[in-house]
Structure formats: structure tokens, C-alpha cells
């Protein structure tokens, strides 16, 4: 039998432009595991890209959709700069046990002391470094596919990116030349040494973000709720207390309810005053936010209007 | 980002902007985020600190849009950005295409997923072939609504027999290439006329300005009353709990609904099977529809694969190893029919010989040119493509996921074409296009 001659769902009124409640998320989330499956299916060893943060978070979630009852067909792994919050860590390593998936870890201080990596100074940050380390785990699993959480409103740079977005053998992103991405008909072939870097979120925004969240009931690191930690001000920016962060003289520590909206390296990520302790209370306050997610929070994107294209081009998430 | 009320999920609409280059795409959608106030503030303080550098007096808003270095030295877009807002009534998604012939590639990047194209045209060049190819392209690509903005219009003294007189000439374009449905709306980006607040000084003009034209276009519904579709993505082995080995097809629902217990015929095979659960994440559910993604099981063991396709049994899709297709060519490297190509359509992938190129169409007169030996960068052109197998399909117009492919060069794995399948035995003229618009 053909199952179109069914009526039209109750409620469904196709003269009205809204869309019924959450549908907007459930298209987010079909989307995000087509991209997930496709990618399985057109590499033969992809890997996923997981940090502790909120939107590697749901890549996991979106990964057991995707595959569940079966096992996730790739591992994970977190580039860990040495210089991450340890709750974060904590966490990363939490629910990677409670997955049971395997995770696979490499370190920048690993590349340092191999010589990969020459510090400028013993104070600089860590979190543009990571790519070298990235590559270099690429190449010794032979990854053919790094699935990531980068989302296109994050940053002007990644507006640009596509789904499948092609890395040549030196890991570079060539922004003048980017296949051409049509419907959702995702070109996957690559010759060897090459990569592709794979975001199943770029069409999320930071509020979906969180309504997908509080609509699964995912668990955080508990720094991305308000709560009271040290930290001294710069500028328009307050930096956390920790020996990855030099205070500059005149600079004192100070006790404020903060919360991050990013969690990156400790080094370049900073908090924002916030009293917003549960997800409902972050939803809330993303929706009257005006400062962008980056913006507010990144030490490192300020430093050029160009910044993170740069990175980008050398091989950074 | 301008808040909208908590519980309510505005509807989505997803729009791409085109046009010549310098028409200025990328001041509108500055100006729409602007004035919608849906930038955040940081990004206006970068902004008025590149203005104080250059010694200008007014922050320049196209520069919210042009993400790439290259792209700002030049004062160019080279590839679509994409940005996101939402305003009380409506979510958006703006991909924001080039209007470079050579990126011409890009722009329909953004078109093909789009809802609405807006094109530009200035207001005192007029149309180019730039501008054809665009509208063109977007009523090819079957986007629904086609808003033609003139911008400009305070270059002649926001002036009605101006914009009356391009009209026209833009009304006998689209309805020469069966797009006859189309709005008109006369702008200013650069001073915001009839962008989000309506114009004083075009009081002739009886319409919406371009944001409240956009939250009330009714969205293109999913095809979910066209006949059922599923590509399988991906084949999974499944241990149950009591040890029982099962398999799961994955896929999405490109069209129409499934449950438990209906008959579907596996194609190109034609085998027919039934269904004997539908199933996601969270559990077995009654019936999925058309956009969702699930796994399924089927009674029978048959042999399935990635690029089967699932389909309703009394209205199955062509099945055939070869077909007629409208395609731009987007490569540099021109194609004279040697090459290998691997074209994609759905989830199979599969290799195919262009084997004839039946006309090229001449987007400045829109003569079709017989059997051109040869079809260069930006070229759009009807052509016969032959496969090495056997493969499910549908007309693009009857079906998009089903209808569209990609052409890939085996050699150098570049996405070198798109293209959309004709009817058979019909031609691919796009106004026998027939979407699903909810009006």
C-alpha cells in the first residue's frame, strides 16, 4: 500500500508559516545524523573529535542516535592541551566511560618535547598549537574523516565552511576553493594523506544549542553554570585565576558568579558574569544576549579580524 | 540576537542572496541584521573600529558578511556565508552567494537548499547577463518564492518610471523562463529604504518592504504527500537482547510516511518486503514522515545496500541506466566527453559517461545552442548521461532528493557539475516544475 494518501497529522495547518513546536530541533537533529551516517558510510576511518565542551556534547548524543544499539562506528579524541579545566577533563573522561567508546588522547606537551612544536615563550598560549598535535593524530591513525562541533555562527570564517569541508595532505583548508555543496548530496572522495573535516552542527545556533539540552537532559561540566570563582579583570574581559593565566601588574583577584559560554583552553577562555545556574536560566539569558558567543569570551579571536581563518588555513578546528 | 517568545518555534526560512557583483548583496544583508537589530555588539564595535582607521565617518555593513581576507581586501564575495537571526515571527538562514560569474559554482551552493532566492539588481545598471543567470539558476534549482530587489534606487532619485521600466524588462526575463511568480521590491540598502522600515520617499510603492515580505512567504512544505522515498545510508548488524542478530537500514525520509506492516519495494531491484518495525533512538515509533531520520527492519532477508532505495510500491521510482538532465558545469577544466565522472544521486554513487551534450542554453539570449562540443566553466546545458548500473531516480520537478545529483571526476575528485533530472521523455524546461509550495 502506499503509506502518502494518509491525511495530513492533526494540527497541521499548511496555510500557517509557523511550524509545529520543535520542529525546528528535530530538523537540526535529522540533519545532523544524516551527516553522521553519511560520513559513516564514505570513509573508512573517521573519528570524532570530543572536548568536554557543550557542543562535542551533543555530537555524542547525536552519535547514539545515529548508531545505537550498535557502537559508534569511530572513536574519539580530544587534543588536550595540558591547560584544560580538570572538571572538563573529568567529564570528557566520565561519559566517555559511560558510552563505552573508546577514547584516544594526545597531548601538545607530546609534541613540544618531540620538538613538533618550538614555544616562543614559556607563557604562550596553547590553543593555536593544537593543530600540530591534531595533525600529527590524523596521521598516526590514518583518520580519513574528523568529525567536529563548529557551528557557522560562531565566527565569520566559519560561516564560509562547508559540511564536508576538504583538507588537503599538509591539513590545509583552502577557502578560495571549496567543493561545491549541493542539497544534501555530500561529496566524501579523498586520495591518501588527504582528510576531510566533517560538522554535523553548522547550521545550530548557540540557542539551539541549548534547547537541544534542555530537551535531552545532557549533562555539562558544571562551569558552564553560574558559580563563584576567582578571577581578575581585563579590559572588558575577566580571566580565570589559574598558573596558565599571568596576571599583568596592577591587575588583582577578585571573586565574581561567573559562568563560560565556551570552554576551551584556560589559557583563552574567559567567563562572563552571569547568575544564570540551570539550563532554563542560560536559555533565558541567551535569548537576550547581545555580545557574540566568540566574542565575549575568546582572548585569542580578537587579536585580528583574521584570526581564526588563519588557523583555520593551518589545519585548526 | 532579537528574542523571540520562549515557546514558540517560529518557522524556518531559509533564503540565498544573488545578483551582479557590486549590486550590493552583501550591504543588504548588513543592513537587514542591522536594522532588524540582530548584530551582536561586538561585531558593530570591530566594525566602527576598521571605519575610524580608514577615517570614515559610517561604519561600513557589508563587511558583516564577507568572512574571508581575500574577500575583504577585494571588496568581493567569493564563496556563500551563511548567518542566522531570528525576529518575532520567523528563524532565518541567509546564505549569502557571490556574484562573480567564475563563482557562479557557489551561488547555487546556496541556492539549492534555499527557500527563497532574493537577486539583486542595481537599479541604475539594470540587468546582466549576471542577473539572468541567477534568476535562471534559482528557478531551475526550484526555489519557491524569487524576490527581485532593486537596490539602489536612491542613484535615480527613488524614482517610480525607473523602477516601472525595469520591472518590466525583468517580467518578460522571468516569464520567457516560466518563472512567472515572482515579487519586485524597490531598496535602498545603503540608507535602509524598504529593507526593515518601509520608505518615505518611495510612497508609490504599495508593497511590504523586503523583512516583512520574508517573515510572511509561506515556507515550502516537506514533501511528505509526495510517495514514500528512504535511500538507505548505511546497512547495520544489531544484536538483540536475546541474542538475535537483526539488521538495520538506516535513512532518512526524503518523501512521504512509513509504518510497521506496509509493503515497500526495494529499488533499483524491485523486491518487495514489508516493514516489520520503524525505529530511532529513543525505540520503536508508529510511522516516521517525510525529514526524519530512522532505522528500519523488513521481514524478508533480501539483499540491501547503501544506495537502495526504499520506496512505495504502487508509485516506485524509474529505475534505468541512463537519463536526461539539465547541469551547470562548474569545473575550469572544460568538459569534451572523455573524462570518467562518478556521479551521486541520493546515496549511490555510481560511474557514468556524459554522453551527449544535447544544447547549451545562452543565459544572455536564452537560445539553446545545438550540441556544443564542448561545455566551459558556468555552462548550462541539457544533457544525456549514461551509467554503469542500473539506479533508482525521479524527475527533479516530481522529487528534489530523488532528482538531483552531483558529478564528481574520478580523477581528481572535484565536484565538477550538478544537475537535475528531467522527466522522460519530456524536456527539462523548469516550468514544469511542480513544488510543494503550502499557500
Given at each position: 500500500m502506499d503509506s502518502s494518501d494518509l491525511p495530513p497529522?492533526?494540527?497541521?495547518?499548511?496555510?500557517?508559516?509557523a511550524l509545529p513546536p520543535a520542529r525546528h530541533l528535530d530538523n537540526l537533529e535529522s540533519e545532523a545524523i544524516y551527516i553522521l551516517r553519511e560520513t559513516a558510510a564514505e570513509f573508512s576511518n573517521p573519528v570524532l573529535l570530543f572536548s568536554g565542551g557543550k557542543d562535542s556534547t551533543i555530537l555524542l548524543r547525536l552519535a547514539e542516535k545515529a548508531f545505537r544499539p550498535g557502537k559508534f562506528p569511530f572513536p574519539l579524541l580530544h587534543v588536550d592541551t595540558g591547560q584544560n579545566f580538570p572538571e572538563v577533563i573529568a567529564f570528557r573522561d566520565h561519559i566517555a566511560a559511560q558510552l563505552g567508546e573508546r577514547l584516544i588522547v594526545r597531548m601538545v606537551q607530546d609534541s613540544i618535547d618531540r620538538g613538533r612544536i618550538r614555544l616562543k615563550s614559556k607563557d604562550q598560549s596553547r590553543n593555536a598549537l593544537q593543530s600540530v598535535t591534531l595533525l600529527d593524530a590524523i596521521a598516526e591513525f590514518e583518520f580519513d574523516a574528523c568529525i567536529g562541533g563548529a557551528r557557522r555562527d560562531e565566527e565569520k570564517a566559519r560561516a564560509k565552511e562547508r559540511i564536508f569541508s576538504f583538507r588537503n595532505s599538509f591539513g590545509q583548508w583552502d577557502p578560495r576553493h571549496q567543493r561545491p555543496e549541493l542539497w544534501s548530496l555530500y561529496n566524501g572522495r579523498l586520495d591518501k594523506g588527504e582528510h576531510m573535516r566533517v560538522f554535523?552542527?553548522?547550521?545550530?545556533t548557540e540557542i539551539d544549542v541549548w534547547r537541544y539540552i534542555q530537551r535531552e537532559k545532557l549533562a555539562l561540566p558544571p562551569l558552564y553554570y553560574a558559580h563563584e570563582r576567582p578571577v581578575a579583570v581585563r579590559g572588558s574581559m575577566l580571566l580565570p585565576i589559574s598558573e596558565f593565566v599571568p596576571l599583568r601588574e596592577n591587575e588583582e583577584i577578585e571573586t565574581r558568579v561567573v559562568r563560560f559560554r565556551t570552554v576551551g583552553d584556560i589559557s583563552c577562555t574567559s567567563p562572563v558574569e552571569s547568575n544564570a545556574a540551570t539550563v532554563e536560566d542560560v536559555i533565558a539569558e541567551t535569548l537576550i544576549a547581545s555580545l557574540s558567543e566568540r566574542g565575549a569570551t575568546r582572548l585569542d579571536d580578537q587579536a585580528s579580524e583574521a584570526s581564526m581563518e588563519e588557523r583555520k588555513r593551518a589545519g585548526y578546528f | 540576537m532579537a528574542p523571540f517568545g520562549d515557546d514558540l518555534d517560529p518557522g524556518l526560512l531559509r533564503f540565498s542572496t544573488a545578483g551582479s557583483v557590486d549590486d550590493g548583496k552583501s550591504s543588504l544583508i548588513g543592513r537587514l541584521l542591522y536594522d532588524a537589530k540582530a548584530v551582536p555588539s561586538d561585531r558593530i564595535a570591530a566594525l566602527e573600529r576598521i571605519a575610524r582607521r580608514k577615517g570614515e565617518s559610517e561604519i561600513d555593513l557589508s563587511l558583516l558578511m564577507d568572512g574571508l581576507t581575500v574577500e575583504r581586501e577585494q571588496g568581493i564575495t567569493i564563496d556563500v556565508a551563511y548567518s542566522y537571526f531570528a525576529t518575532p515571527q520567523r528563524k532565518f538562514i541567509i546564505a549569502?552567494?557571490?556574484?562573480h560569474e567564475q563563482y557562479t559554482r557557489n551561488m547555487v551552493t546556496g541556492a539549492s537548499t534555499a527557500d527563497a532566492a532574493i537577486i539583486l539588481v542595481d537599479a541604475l545598471r539594470g540587468i546582466t547577463t549576471q542577473t539572468r543567470r541567477h534568476l535562471y539558476l534559482s528557478h531551475l534549482l526550484g526555489v519557491p518564492h524569487l524576490v527581485i530587489a532593486v537596490n539602489k534606487m536612491d542613484l535615480v532619485d527613488f524614482s517610480e518610471a525607473a523602477f516601472d521600466a525595469l520591472g518590466q524588462s525583468i517580467g518578460d526575463f522571468a516569464r520567457a523562463i516560466g518563472a512567472a511568480n515572482h515579487y519586485l521590491v524597490p531598496i535602498s540598502a545603503k540608507f535602509g529604504d524598504n529593507v526593515v522600515h518601509g520608505s518615505a520617499r518611495m510612497p508609490w510603492y504599495a508593497g511590504k518592504p523586503l523583512l516583512a515580505l520574508l517573515e510572511t512567504l509561506p515556507p515550502a512544505i516537506v514533501a511528505r504527500h509526495a510517495p514514500f522515498r528512504m535511500p538507505v545510508q548505511l546497512v547495520r548488524r544489531v544484536s538483540l537482547p536475546g541474542g538475535e542478530q537483526t539488521r538495520h537500514y538506516l535513512g532518512r525520509l526524503e518523501s512521504g510516511r512509513i509504518k510497521a506492516g506496509d509493503e515497500i519495494a526495494v529499488m533499483p531491484a524491485g523486491n518487495l518486503t514489508r516493514v516489520r518495525s520503524v525505529s530511532v533512538f529513543e525505540g520503536p515509533i508508529e510511522r516516521a514522515e517525510a525529514g526524519r531520520s530512522v532505522a528500519i527492519e523488513v521481514q524478508d532477508d533480501l539483499d540491501i545496500a547503501r544506495g537502495d532505495v526504499f520506496s512505495a510500491p504502487l508509485l516506485p521510482p524509474r529505475t534505468d541506466d541512463h537519463f536526461a538532465a539539465t547541469i551547470c558545469w562548474f569545473s575550469d577544466e572544460p568538459f569534451d566527453g572523455r573524462g570518467r565522472y562518478v556521479i551521486k544521486c541520493g546515496t549511490r554513487s555510481v560511474a557514468a559517461r556524459l554522453a551527449e551534450i544535447e544544447h547549451r542554453v545562452d543565459m544572455a539570449t536564452l537560445a539553446t545552442e545545438p550540441k556544443p562540443e564542448m561545455l566551459k566553466c558556468n555552462d548550462i546545458a541539457r544533457v544525456r548521461i549514461e551509467l554503469a548500473e542500473k539506479m533508482a531516480f525521479d524527475a527533479y520537478g516530481d522529487n528534489r532528493a530523488m532528482g538531483a545529483f552531483i558529478v564528481i571526476d574520478a580523477d581528481t575528485n572535484a565536484t565538477v557539475a550538478a544537475g537535475m533530472i528531467a522527466r522522460a521523455g519530456g524536456d527539462a524546461a523548469p516550468d514544469a516544475l511542480n513544488y510543494d509550495v503550502g499557500l
Open positions: 497529522p492533526p494540527g497541521f495547518d499548511p496555510a500557517s508559516p554535523p552542527l553548522s547550521n545550530w | 549569502d552567494t557571490p556574484g
